[in-house]
């Protein structure tokens, strides 16, 4: 457990305060990210190589029940959904979205940002028959993308870390419903039924005042098989169970350390950022680039999806920040110039995790699964590195102003 240099008081004793997921994510400088752009990196090697065939047959040889690609898309990202879950709602409760002044801003940003890369995606895919990919530019990556603002240590201000966090929450909030509301098929009645016993059983041990993990995670891995088998995509039983889990805000005091939420939170938060994550792109990002056809390079999907994420992102956030302080509605981040919040904004297109956990989702097996990683790898990476090179620009041309205003008259 990370613990904050700042100290609470509670009974006239004085006691490290733990920082959240996120601020822990800020203090570590988003280690994790850096840590996932090598898997994926690794993973482009290998499907490109000698070992490319090995790659593919390893990751669709089964286990049981399942494959080991499905154990990671559906089992250990169903982890990923509770740590995601778990930090909606401390942050929504207990955090930097705790009131609505603190969401307006990186709601709307994350809204736009949501709106405009579907957009952009129908605009190009309009009579093709691929319209069910129109969320896949829809997503931000959260890990990748503050391990490339990382990169850039005090150039960039730590207001514009916490509001790229926090669109990145929303919109991940976001792509959950997405996936509960549009990517679900095949219903059984028996084991949604199942499902919601389960969780009603963990909602009746919340209001029970049930402090102990063990009875939660013990119900949540009944609900993940349950929901595993309803239809509904496994991960949202992660997210269900996160929304069930005991937190305690104690206003002047947040982050009580001995929160369930926010023990389960920090024992995850390790394991899910330096091993799940990276296994999820490592077994994701691989894409044969050997022989590649300039079809698939246009392909409506391939374009869809890079200029969703590339364009759509940056216009749609960028835009929807200036509209809401003009407004007045939000203020801009503290400290930071226009040209550094859409920095951010284009940053904001790194869609990588997210994108290509719904495009593994929007199409049957196989289908498109080429374009889907070209349009996610190719928009991520236009994004990763504009959004970088204009933060770099406009941090150097703020330092010069800065030291012409103190030098001689």
């Known amino acids: 457990m990370i613990l904050s240099p700042r100290a609470g008081n509670r009974g006239g004793m004085n006691r490290p305060r733990p920082l959240s997921a996120i601020r822990s994510a800020l203090t570590s400088e988003a280690g994790g990210g850096l840590v996932l752009m090598a898997a994926a990196a690794l993973a482009l090697a290998v499907a490109n190589s000698p070992l490319a065939e090995t790659y593919a047959r390893a990751l669709h040889a089964y286990l049981g029940p399942l494959s080991l690609l499905h154990w990671i898309n559906d089992g250990l990202m169903a982890v990923f959904f509770l740590l995601v879950g778990l930090e909606i709602k401390r942050e929504a409760l207990d955090g930097r979205l705790r009131t609505w002044p603190d969401r307006a801003l990186p709601g709307i940003a994350a809204l736009g940002g949501m709106v405009a890369p579907a957009l952009v995606y129908v605009a190009l895919n309009t009579g093709s028959g691929t319209l069910r990919g129109w969320a896949i530019p829809a997503a931000t990556d959260i890990a990748f993308a503050l391990g490339v603002l990382a990169l850039l240590g005090r150039r960039a201000p730590v207001s514009l870390k916490v509001f790229l966090s926090a669109v990145a929450i929303v919109d991940d909030l976001g792509a959950v419903i997405i996936i509960a509301l549009f990517y679900t098929g095949g219903l059984d009645p028996l084991m949604l039924g199942l499902a919601a016993l389960t969780l009603a059983a963990l909602v009746a041990l919340n209001r029970a005042g049930v402090a102990r993990l063990a009875p939660y995670l013990v119900l949540g ?114 400290g930071a110039t226009w040209a550094q919040v859409y920095g951010v904004a284009i940053l904001c297109g790194i869609g990588f995790t997210m994108s290509l956990f719904i495009g593994g989702l929007a199409f049957a097996e196989g289908a498109h699964e080429t374009e889907t990683k070209l349009g996610v790898l190719g928009g991520s990476l236009l994004s990763g590195i504009a959004g970088a090179a204009l933060l770099a620009l406009s941090a150097g041309r703020e330092r010069r102003g800065r030291a012409a205003a103190s030098g001689p008259a």
């Open 221 to 334: 891995l009944l609900l993940w098989v349950f929901v595993l088998r309803s239809g509904v995509h496994a991960t949202v039983a992660g997210v269900l169970l996160a929304l069930t889990i005991p937190i305690r805000p104690s206003p002047g005091r947040p982050e009580d350390p001995t929160s369930p939420l926010h023990i389960l939170e920090h024992a995850l938060l390790p394991y899910v950022t330096y091993l799940i994550v990276p296994v999820f792109g490592f077994a994701n990002a691989g894409v044969r680039l050997v022989g590649l056809s300039a079809e698939a390079l246009v392909h409506p999907v391939t374009l869809g999806v890079a200029l969703g994420l590339f364009l759509g992102k940056q216009v749609g956030i960028f835009a929807s920040v200036r509209l809401a302080v003009a407004a007045g509605l939000a203020s801009r981040p503290a």
